[in-house]
């Protein structure tokens, strides 16, 4: 199937578990799949639900460094239950379980 709402282009796809993430040429994050530990960065989904259709990660931020970064995506990974994002100024974000 093909999936949708990846406008302008695909940079890269990484996939954990049970969810995907792909970094678009905008330097955008979507992710889709289960989010049963909020690795897509958004509030955790019923363990019966999840989005179909790539929607915005937002890696939360750490308690030392509320500003998001400004730098652009350099690398994202994916495990079981949490996805990392590596900026071009190494800084590093993630979300999820861990």
């Known amino acids: 199937c ?3 709402n990846l406008e ?3 940079r890269s796809v990484t996939c954990g578990s049970e969810h995907n ?3 678009l040429s905008s330097g955008q994050i979507r992710g889709w ?3 049963y530990h909020g690795q897509l960065g958004q509030a955790v989904c019923p363990d019966h639900t999840f989005p179909e259709v790539p929607m915005s990660v937002v890696p939360k931020e750490p ?3 509320p ?3 400004s730098s652009p995506i350099k690398q994202v990974a994916c495990g079981r239950g949490h996805t990392v994002v590596l900026y071009e100024d190494g800084t590093v974000r993630g979300c999820g379980q861990g």
């Open 33 to 35: 799949g289960r989010n």
């Open 63 to 65: 308690v030392y460094d």
């Open 67 to 69: 500003v998001p970064p």
């Open 8 to 10: 302008g282009g695909v």
């Open 21 to 23: 993430i792909a970094v």
């Open 2 to 4: 093909e999936v949708q």
